[in-house]
């Protein structure tokens, strides 16, 4: 195998804009406020369908077809949950990597004979935060800050240049924050 020189080389992080809506973005929070409010609708619904059993239609309501789009909306908000829940113990696993770094930090200049400076660091907290959302049409983009002290839906791309070949180039789009 032949390594090749490279003289230089250029790393761009930039914000692309995502073809997604940011008000499709659903927070764990309220993931879990609209699954309390649809089982209740559920509940409701058979209730309705077992006192509508052999008697003529009152409401014009068809309830199967009701509790198919009720069902089917839980099931988008569970498997929303779950991604949600996959980031948390990624983020709580690099948040507890670096606590203990920190906390590791500290013990070193106590050992030393030095005060700690500053405060103590808190442990991070375990389990998704009621604010960590995705995004029901794109679930790789992140709400973004961007210039002007706007939010926009955008993935972060990374972009190397300065290859001997183009083809040597890549370009890697992916949820870096």
């Known amino acids: 195998m032949k390594l090749e020189k ?3 080389i250029s790393l ?7 073809n997604a809506s940011k008000y499709s973005a659903l927070s764990f929070g309220h993931a879990r406020e609209l699954e309390k409010r649809l089982r209740a609708e559920v509940e409701d619904l058979c209730r309705l369908a077992e006192q ?8 014009d309501l068809d309830i199967p077809k009701e509790l198919k789009r009720r069902e089917e909306r839980l099931m988008e ?3 929303a949950k779950a991604e949600i829940e996959a980031r948390a113990a990624e983020r709580v696993a690099q948040e507890k990597t670096e606590y203990e770094a920190c906390m590791a930090k500290r013990e070193a200049q106590r050992q030393v004979g030095k005060k700690p ?3 103590k660091p808190k442990p991070p907290a375990e389990g998704p935060l009621s604010t960590d959302q995705v995004n029901l ?4 983009s992140r709400i973004m800050r961007v210039s002007g002290g706007n939010f926009e839906q955008a993935c972060k791309c990374s972009h190397c240049c300065g290859c001997r070949r183009p083809d040597d180039c890549g370009l890697r789009i ?4």
């Open 77 to 79: 908000i569970q498997k």
């Open 117 to 119: 400076r500053g405060k």
């Open 12 to 18: 761009d992080g930039s914000k692309v804009k995502i």
């Open 6 to 8: 490279l003289k230089t």
């Open 52 to 59: 509508a059993e052999g008697q003529v239609p009152v409401l």
């Open 137 to 140: 049409t794109n679930s790789e």
């Open 174 to 177: 992916g949820a870096d924050k």
